[in-house]
């Protein structure tokens, strides 16, 4: 059974940091790529980054370019997200995902984590 499980979400000032952990089980994911997104109130699920797990290929949302970056560790089968600079508009649920596609769509992952509440103060 494929399990995805978030943590290191909190709140936190304006221009602080936070790293997300996304803990991955249950299957090999070496032909997989993870994804971070993340949905705030009233608002769809959107994409913040993507890591092929295979060679480590990066793509990340404009809105967080420069401030977030998506890592792996292989030996501990983890995804990690490095957010920089946080700003307000970044407070939202975070949550991991995996799928067989290196694509910024919700659609193309397949497995999903409960999700980290982030939240950013002024």
């Known amino acids: 059974q494929v399990q995805l499980v978030e943590s290191g979400g909190g709140l936190v000032q304006a221009v602080g940091s936070l790293r997300l952990s996304c803990a991955a089980s249950?299957?090999?994911?070496?032909?997989?790529?993870m994804g971070w997104f993340r949905q705030a109130p009233g608002k769809e699920r959107e994409f913040v980054a993507t890591?092929?797990?295979?060679?480590?290929?990066?793509y990340y949302a404009d809105s967080v370019k420069g401030r977030f970056t998506i890592s792996r560790d292989n030996a501990k089968n983890t995804v990690y997200l490095q957010m920089n600079s946080l700003k307000p508009e970044d407070t939202a649920v975070y949550y991991c995902?995996?799928?067989?596609?290196?694509?910024?769509?919700?659609?193309?992952?397949?497995?999903w984590g409960q999700g980290t509440q982030v939240t950013v103060s002024s």
């Open positions: 995902a995996a799928g067989r596609n290196y694509d910024v769509r919700v659609s193309k992952y397949n497995y």
């Open positions: 249950g299957r090999t994911f070496s032909s997989y790529a």
């Open positions: 890591i092929r797990w295979s060679d480590g290929n990066k």
